[in-house]
């Protein structure tokens, strides 16, 4: 079975900083990662996926992850932030051959100005 | 192209009555999900599909709940009788694996009174 925590419930920054949104997870197996975005009455989003290969994933909206396999993370960073990334941030892992996805807890993100 | 289609945004009903939610998937996806999200549980699977067949419904709460998937392109999920526990927000995404991520629909906001 396959678990995944996000270690913060809510992270406030200020536009234009950089921020980091962790994600740690287990698995017995090889895994699939993911991170999807929520902004407010909306479902979510694919914001970027880890499959093979490099593990410095880039996606939509400037965002990128990093997938550690030695320390069993998946952070997601973006360099500079912009008020409208405000939005709930969710990891996700799917064990490699299995379809059921294993969401964290979500990370608000707030910025303000 | 058109996404993950579900119906309706928004349902307001008395308890006890009948709901059924409805749930289009992205043409050519074989794999289908029930996923509920509440401030309490956060995101929860419910149910889910492969080429029309349950896989697995270890996330049903109850046995008033109930979920179809009749043909390749329809999905319903039935609550009977609603509570006003079954309050949440809905989800359907649909994938197409092995290692393609899911896309989530808008989710039907569900309340009951």
């Known amino acids: 079975a396959q678990s995944v925590t996000q270690l913060d419930s809510q992270v406030p920054v200020f536009e234009e900083a950089p921020v980091e949104l962790r994600c740690n997870y287990s698995?017995?197996?090889?895994?699939?990662l993911f991170w999807y975005v929520q902004y407010p009455n909306q479902g979510l989003q694919l914001l970027l996926k880890y499959l093979s290969g490099s593990t410095l994933v880039k996606g939509i909206n400037g965002f990128e992850a990093e997938f550690n396999k030695s320390q069993t993370s998946f952070h997601l960073r973006k360099p500079s932030v912009h008020i409208s990334d405000t939005a709930e941030y969710f990891c996700a892992v799917r064990g490699t051959g299995f379809q059921k996805l294993v969401f964290g807890t979500g990370t608000r993100l707030l910025v303000s100005p | 192209d058109a996404g993950v289609i579900q119906s309706p945004r928004h349902e307001v009903t008395e308890m006890g009555q009948e709901v059924t939610l409805r749930c289009k998937p992205i043409s050519g996806h074989n794999s289908l999900f029930w996923y509920r999200q509440t401030m309490m549980r956060g995101l929860e699977l419910l149910i889910y599909?492969?080429?029309?067949?349950?896989?697995?419904d270890s996330g049903m709460p109850e046995d008033r709940f109930s979920a179809k998937m009749p043909n390749a392109s329809f999905s319903t999920l039935k609550i009977q009788p609603s509570e006003p526990r079954d309050s949440a927000v809905y989800f359907c995404?649909?994938?197409?694996?092995?290692?393609?991520?899911?896309?989530f629909g808008d989710g039907t906001r569900l309340s009951i009174l």
């Open positions: 995404a649909s994938s197409s694996p092995p290692d393609q991520p899911q896309h």
């Open positions: 599909f492969n080429n029309n067949v349950p896989i697995d």
């Open positions: 698995s017995s197996v090889s895994v699939y």
